[in-house]
């Protein structure tokens, strides 16, 4: 009796070992969070730049994606980039804080200024009551355009003292035109250049980025905000160009 007994409480205790085994085991790490499909129209060919690129046609403003589609009609007077908007995130309204990440653009129609989604949807109508303050974000720049017998060029502050020594310039004068693009590499700008009445862009080092093929090259925040320039060939009709020179 005593055997079977014990042969019963062994057989049990494999039994219930087994089930043990063979059940499904929980997953005790953290679920892996659901990653947002991306709209086939917000797929990007170049990383570096926005999905959504302002372009301005017949007189309006709308958006195209990188490969040239139109995904929010021309009918604003004037865009931005989808970008962050600084007023509303420091907003005493958390309601209207939301509306202040870049997941939204500010746009201009009949001289009211909304925030719209990348669908084109009006989501926001800016209110003075609003609008916080921003924090000041400012920069030193370290190097600054020099004009040296009525033709530019570049120095850095904190090494140049002789204008005389040309060794001290960064980039001597020759330039008819120079300026140093806002930008977040403060250690190699972009700089647009103006040679024999055309624009181009230039690094510190006097490589082309944009060779000097433009009447015109904007001196806008693009470059900080999108990694754009904004660019003309006829003084009239302005397009956005990225820094391979592909136009949008």
């Not at 700089?191 to 624009?199: L, N, V």
């Amino acid at each position: 009796m005593k055997n079977i007994l014990c042969f019963l409480l062994l057989f049990i205790s494999l039994f219930y070992w087994s089930q043990k085994r063979t059940s499904t085991p929980k997953n005790n790490t953290a679920q892996k969070k659901a990653v947002p499909k991306i709209h086939a129209d917000l797929q990007k060919i170049n990383d570096s730049i926005p999905a959504l690129i302002p372009q301005k046609k017949e007189g309006k403003y709308g958006f195209i994606n990188q490969k040239g589609k139109v995904i929010i009609k021309h009918e604003y007077s004037n865009v931005g980039f989808f970008t962050d908007d600084c007023n509303l995130l420091n907003s005493p309204s958390e309601k209207a804080k939301r509306y202040g990440s870049k997941k939204y653009a500010s746009v201009r129609l009949n001289g009211v200024d909304f925030r719209i989604n990348q669908t084109g949807k009006r989501v926001y109508l800016f209110k003075d009551a609003d609008l916080g303050v921003c924090a000041p974000q400012f920069k030193a720049q370290l190097f600054h355009g020099y004009i040296l017998n009525h033709v530019y060029g570049i120095i850095e502050d904190s090494k140049f003292e002789n204008p005389g020594d040309y060794r001290q310039f960064t980039i001597y004068p020759q330039y008819d035109y120079l300026h140093i693009m806002e930008g977040d590499d403060l250690k190699n700008p972009m700089i647009i250049a103006s040679k024999k009445s055309k624009f181009g862009v230039i690094d510190i080092h006097q490589n082309s980025i944009i060779p000097f093929e433009y009447v015109d090259i904007k001196r806008n925040f693009s470059w900080k905000l999108g990694r754009l320039f904004e660019v003309t060939k006829d003084g009239i009709n302005y397009f956005y160009i990225d820094s391979q020179n592909n136009a949008y």
